[in-house]
């Protein structure tokens, strides 16, 4: 199952799904990486990523965990500028990871050429700079804000909240003028949500791929795959993630977000070859 659109439009080109995205984080809390990456070794780890296949490589300075404290505006500057501007020049087709308006333009100007909200464009703002750059975007949604929205997440039916969520999005992007082609949907695994809800997403995701923009889904390392297969370690759930994605990509999912490029890779081949055959 396939959306209804081909290429993913981004600045300065297209993309053609599906795709793997990988995980720079330059943040020292992440939940599974949190410390790792310093701007040269992030770097260098982002053009590892790409040699293992990441059609593209998203870079965040600030950790969107349950739990976890804003970061002041011009840290985050401090921590991705650098990475991005490195990757660009790199060729490296680069996603910047933000919920702030500053922070995206500033990175798009570095060569970012896909932004990708965790905020969902509810800013003007934000909705402003993809735009006036004409950037691709990720809009993703989140019940409540990283400190609070594990705490008691409540939805009448959560596809159909979400699905609810992205109309009235799409509705306000469209309305400023961005390219509904540059648009992908990420319905925020562990975003808001429980284990029950999750596990619903994945197996109702083809009722997303209905709105007619690609998907995004960041589920590598969650919490609720350790939870599902007894594994504490978040660095440890590297292989249910590769099984989810080649999943995902079944279901109609044209982005995976993760940490292990390779594996997911090796999803997407071996899928891609049973579909066709």
Same mark, same amino acid.
């Given at each position: ?5 081909? +290429? ?78 490195? &990757? ?34 509810? +800013? ?63 319905? /925020? ?25 690609? &998907? ?37 999912? /044209? ?23």
């Amino acid at each position: 199952m396939t959306p209804a659109v081909t +290429d993913w439009r981004i600045r300065d080109g297209a993309l053609e799904p599906p795709l793997v995205m990988g995980i720079v984080n330059v943040t020292p809390d992440s939940f599974s990486d949190g410390g790792l990456w310093t701007e040269e070794s992030a770097v260098r780890h982002g053009l590892e990523l790409v040699d293992a296949g990441a059609d593209i490589v998203d870079v965040g300075g600030e950790s969107t965990r349950p739990g976890a404290a804003p970061v002041d505006e011009s840290e985050e500057l401090r921590r991705v500028l650098p990475v991005v501007a490195d &990757l660009a020049s790199e060729g490296v087709v680069v996603s910047i990871d933000s919920m702030k308006p500053t922070v995206a333009r500033a990175a798009v100007e570095a060569g970012a050429r896909i932004v990708n909200d965790v905020g969902g464009l509810s +800013d003007p703002a934000m909705r402003d700079v993809v735009a006036d750059s004409g950037s691709g975007v990720v809009i993703m949604h989140m019940q409540g804000e990283p400190r609070t929205m594990q705490l008691d997440p409540r939805y009448d039916d959560v596809v159909t909240d979400i699905a609810t969520f992205f109309h009235r999005r799409l509705e306000e992007a469209h309305a400023v003028g961005i390219d509904p082609v540059s648009i992908a949907l990420d319905p /925020g695994i562990g975003f808001g949500k429980t284990l029950e809800h999750n596990l619903e997403l994945v197996r109702r995701m083809p009722e997303l791929t209905g709105l007619g923009h690609h &998907l995004v889904v960041g589920a590598s390392r969650k919490r609720f795959l350790g939870t599902i297969l007894g594994i504490e370690d978040p660095q440890q759930r590297d292989r249910a993630t590769s099984i989810l994605s080649a999943l995902l990509f079944e279901r109609g999912v /044209g982005i995976v977000r993760v940490h292990d490029v390779a594996g997911s890779r090796e999803a997407l081949s071996l899928v891609r070859a049973i579909v066709s055959a």
